[in-house]
């Protein structure tokens, strides 16, 4: 075979093709711009570069992310900021309130005795779980959270947030509108039923468990304030 025939044909199956190229494309850079509903801190700045995530403003990410409590940080999983920015993209938004982000496991054993719906082994613990809001599109960000099935997503809808994690794929609701009218506490509202249980005004339904246990939370809550 003629030699540079054959220098030809290696150089030929040496060479990618164009579709190969269009396949290892890196990632467009990803910005996001946050406040912080707690500190009053903002953050405005690209996270992730055409050559992965940034790792200095990962680490003030980490910071902006605290636990307020505390002050303490940890090292904030950047899937879980992947999962808010694609969403903001999604629904054409370009900023969002952060409400809940890395807890100590300390901080998150307080709230979970005082708030209902707040979990004992919370995603928040790790640094993969965020609570955010947004000032337009909130239950189309819901949405597309959920449809892009990436992980754990909360909707609060009464208290206008949602939860996102990177935990095992799953979805819950929480509208506490209604329990946080009767959880105001007037004594009127309840009585003793036949058999010593506490039931709901002149009606005498039964307090469900779900009521009952936040009926709890909230008065040990307001005994905690009052000391």
Not at 42 to 62: K, Q
Request: charged letters at 25%; hydrophobic letters at 40%.
């Amino acid at each position: 075979m003629d030699r540079r025939l054959f220098l030809a044909l290696i150089a030929g199956c040496a060479a990618p093709t164009p579709v190969a190229r269009a396949l290892v494309r890196p990632p467009a850079p990803s910005r996001l711009r946050l406040v912080n509903a707690h500190t009053g801190e903002t953050f405005d700045g690209t996270y992730r570069d055409d050559h992965g995530p940034i790792s200095r403003v990962m680490d003030e990410l980490c910071v902006f992310l605290r636990d307020y409590h505390t002050g303490e940080t940890i090292q904030i999983d950047v899937g879980v900021i992947d999962f808010l920015a694609d969403v903001l993209a999604e629904v054409g938004e370009t900023k969002a309130t952060i409400l809940s982000a890395y807890r100590t496991a300390a901080t998150n054993a307080i709230i979970a005795r005082t708030t209902f719906g707040v979990a004992e082994n919370s995603q928040h613990i790790y640094g993969r779980a965020l609570d955010f809001h947004l000032d337009s599109k909130l239950p189309e960000a819901m949405s597309a959270a959920r449809g892009a099935k990436r992980g754990g997503v909360g909707w609060y809808p009464y208290s206008g947030f949602i939860h996102i994690d990177t935990g095992p794929v799953r979805n819950w609701d929480l509208d506490q509108h209604g329990l946080d009218r009767l959880l105001e506490f007037d004594p009127s509202q309840f009585r003793i039923g036949r058999h010593g249980e506490l039931t709901l005004g002149a009606s005498g339904r039964a307090l469900t468990p779900a009521e009952r246990l936040a009926l709890h939370q909230r008065l040990s809550r307001a005994e905690a304030l009052s000391h």
